[in-house]
């Protein structure tokens, strides 16, 4: 595995539009450099985004959204569960 480095309009749809673990299809150019550390010479590797493609249908994408965050039990979500509570002050001016 190697980090992936993503720039202007490719990070913008990254951003907008990948989530965490979805299926992506890369395309960019492989770079490696080095540099001495404490135990000798240590490399590192990137891949620079030069195209990217979504690899899953939007429904695959809106369904892993819409379940972050939630609770499911029986057909209720812990989304749908929650009641709103209308409260009043009132001050006492004398």
Request: net charge positive; proline share 2%; charged share 20%.
């Amino acid at each position: 595995m190697f980090p992936i480095v993503a720039w202007r309009n490719s990070a913008e749809f990254l951003n907008n539009f990948a989530t965490k673990g979805a299926l992506v299809s890369i395309e960019g150019s492989f770079t490696s450099s080095q540099y001495e550390g404490q135990n000798g010479t240590v490399w590192s590797y990137e891949v620079t985004v030069e195209n990217i493609s979504l690899l899953e249908p939007r429904s695959v994408r809106e369904q892993r959204l819409g379940r972050s965050g939630e609770f499911t039990s029986g057909s209720n979500s812990y989304n749908n569960q929650t009641k709103k509570q209308n409260t009043t002050a009132k001050s006492n001016n004398t």
